[in-house]
């Protein structure tokens, strides 16, 4: 399936080919900052799957375990659109929010929940992680899922 994800002028634009490899919420501050939402939410994609089209700037941060991620976002609306890390150099993160399409497939994993705001609600049958993917395997692992 071809999807389009764009910032809020429409001048960064992420082509997507096939299904996301999973779409998940963050919590951590850091991407609540980012987005100015209480959550950020991705879907991760192989890099092979993604065209990008448009002007972008580049915010580098330390991620986890000292590595990097890079976010990239429109020069002109400021809309982070799309971003990619270290971690898994073939893996291209896109805004599910920039995609703008209400049918788009929920969230399959919550992490960074130790900065989850309390009220929020989130969908059931997810994996919930107080920190980052990791600890979610190991959550799995620990109740024989994984």
């Not at 990619?84 to 993160?93: A, R, S, T, V």
Request: proline share 5%.
């Amino acid at each position: 399936m071809n999807r389009l994800a764009q910032c809020h002028c429409g001048s960064l634009r992420a082509k997507t080919s096939g299904d996301p490899l999973t779409v998940s919420i963050c919590h951590c501050r850091d991407c609540q900052r980012r987005t100015g939402a209480v959550a950020g939410s991705g879907a991760i994609f192989a890099k092979g799957e993604v065209t990008i089209e448009g002007d972008r700037r580049t915010f580098e941060r330390d991620a986890a375990q000292g590595r990097k991620v890079r976010f990239h976002f429109c020069p002109n609306c400021g809309t982070s659109v799309y971003w990619e890390g270290d971690f898994n150099p073939d893996l291209c993160g896109v805004a599910v929010g920039a995609f703008a399409d209400p049918a788009f497939p929920p969230p399959l994993v919550s992490v960074y929940e130790e900065s989850r705001h309390d009220w929020l609600q989130l969908p059931d049958g997810m994996k919930h992680a107080q920190r980052g993917l990791v600890s979610a395997a190991a959550a799995d692992k620990e109740h024989g899922n994984g």
